[in-house]
């Protein structure tokens, strides 16, 4: 089975502090994906990041990044220079084996506060 | 726009009442799935499909039935709503069974049993 922990329930930053949600997750497969998704106060689901299994390279996209790694089986997000926008919830999700077909594992999810 | 349409996006129910959840995708996605959402539980499968004609439960099916008669559709039904089944749902698509292609996420549905 799958599981993803996201320990941090909520975090409250101040602007431009910058800020990491850890992610944690279980699998015994050894072909998986792990995403983030963002989920702002509208409600929609914003794909942010998709990783694979076999590449731990570190990724860096504007003030985002992501550090992926398989010996303590964590995928963190830090956000740099963090901004009121920035505050949402953030899901940390895996996708391993066919059961349930494309089944994504979601984590309770991250709620980030930005204040100004 | 090419996406994932949930409608509607927001319902109340009376405990008992019945009613359908509709998703539509018009990418030729042949995977659709539905999520329910619960405060500090994530989003949890309901049920999916692979393609029209075929189904299968998630990992919380229970008071939920859904059909694919066609590629683009992919409805959620609620028997007999009951206030545990007050959530967000969102309806996901997929290109095929590999999730290397990603997933679309509707905008979701917002219920509520009274």
């Known amino acids: 089975a799958q599981k993803v922990t996201q320990a941090q329930t909520e975090i409250s930053v101040v602007e431009k502090e910058d800020v990491t949600l850890d992610c944690v997750y279980e699998t015994r497969d050894t072909t998986y994906y792990l995403f983030w998704y963002k989920q702002p106060p509208s409600g929609e689901l914003v794909f942010l990041i998709r990783?694979?299994?076999?590449?731990?390279q570190n990724e860096i996209s504007g003030r985002y990044s992501w550090n992926f790694q398989k010996s303590t089986s964590s995928f963190n997000f830090t956000i740099t220079a963090s901004q009121v926008v920035d505050s949402a919830v953030y899901f940390c999700a895996l996708s391993a084996s066919l059961e349930y077909g494309n089944k994504l594992v979601f984590g309770a999810g991250t709620i980030l506060r930005v204040k100004s | 726009n090419a996406g994932v349409t949930q409608t509607p996006k927001f319902q109340v129910l009376k405990t008992g009442q019945s009613m359908t959840l509709q998703c539509a995708q018009d990418m030729n996605h042949e995977y659709m799935s539905w999520y329910r959402q619960d405060p500090g539980m994530g989003l949890r499968l309901i049920h999916y499909?692979?393609?029209?004609?075929?189904?299968d439960q998630g990992e919380v099916p229970n008071g939920y039935n859904v059909s694919r008669s066609t590629t683009e559709d992919f409805p959620l039904r609620l028997l007999s709503a009951a206030p545990s089944q007050t959530s967000v749902y969102f309806c996901?698509?997929?290109?095929?069974?590999?999730?290397?292609?990603?997933?679309?996420f509707g905008s979701g549905t917002r219920l509520t049993v009274v």
């Open positions: 990783r694979n299994s076999f590449d731990e």
């Open positions: 996901a698509s997929s290109y095929s069974g590999l999730v290397i292609y990603g997933y679309t």
């Open positions: 499909s692979v393609g029209a004609g075929i189904t």
